[in-house]
């Protein structure tokens, strides 16, 4: 997903709930402002810190594919570069202003716009044994959930992780590695409340307030993060929920093979 390409109207177009008419930003702060204590702008601008420090840290643990020009043999890509841009606000964090009709969401402590590919290739068990293929990771389950309203959007991750949990049996304290994508950050302090996840197994390596959430290709970017994760790390289970705006989630629990 380009969306860099793109012009910022039809980017805000998209991020438009066609309902109410509100943004994902505006929708996720009146979400925010309901659930009350622990979910207000410090408890979101500390977890957004932790965000960008854990992704300076691990800036160069992604294994990215270095990015060529044609006709240029040196690498114009080889780290994100989102990390590095928005790394020395930190300072300002809490001086930072809300969004236009908010009071917890700023551009700091949400996802920013990004650019970003992944490739994932899928296998049946069948094909896996025919073809002699070595997979990394299987797919353990994979579920949906749908809440009532579109500002239920950024807790909707909890209903498709209980899901997923429940299809498989596995408790949350089995899962070693999670991965959200960030949209708004009351999305994994959510998780963190309901599984009882302690801070050091969700999103790890930060998340995309600094890496950025490219929409279309987050889902795949994610995935191949956690399987990352679960190899590098030496864990068994990952589980990658998203929230996938107009009240609905999607979870995938994943296992190291």
Request: aromatic residues 6%; hydrophobic residues 40%; contains cysteine.
């Given at each position: ?77 080889t ?14 964090m ?9 009071s917890i ?78 949209a ?28 950025g ?45």
């Amino acid at each position: 997903d380009m969306m860099s390409r793109q012009p910022n109207e039809v980017i805000l177009a998209g991020l438009t709930d066609p309902t109410t008419g509100k943004l994902m930003a505006e929708l996720a702060d009146q979400k925010a402002q309901e659930l009350g204590v622990g979910f207000g702008r410090e408890e979101h601008d500390t977890f957004a810190l932790e965000t960008y420090e854990r992704a300076k840290v691990h800036i160069h643990n992604h294994n990215l594919v270095p990015i060529c020009i044609p006709g240029n043999s040196n690498p114009v890509l080889t780290f994100d570069e989102e990390i590095q841009k928005y790394g020395n606000r930190l300072g300002v964090m809490r001086r930072m202003r809300p969004y236009p009709r908010c009071s917890i969401m700023t551009i700091l402590n949400s996802s920013k716009y990004g650019d970003a590919a992944a490739f994932l290739m899928l296998a049946s068990e069948k094909a896996v044994q025919g073809r002699g293929l070595k997979p990394l990771a299987r797919i353990v389950w994979f579920a949906e959930h749908s809440e009532e309203e579109p500002k239920d959007f950024i807790v909707a991750p909890v209903g498709a992780a209980q899901k997923a949990l429940r299809n498989t049996g596995l408790s949350a304290d089995q899962i070693d590695i999670w991965e959200n994508n960030e949209a708004f950050l009351t999305s994994p302090l959510t998780l963190m409340k309901e599984f009882s996840i302690p801070r050091e197994k969700i999103n790890i390596w930060g998340g995309a307030p600094a890496h950025g959430h490219p929409i279309g290709a987050t889902g795949a970017v994610l995935s191949v993060k956690n399987i990352t994760m679960l190899h590098t790390l030496g864990k068994r289970y990952g589980m990658v929920v998203i929230c996938n705006a107009t009240g609905e989630a999607t979870a995938m629990i994943f296992e190291r093979l």
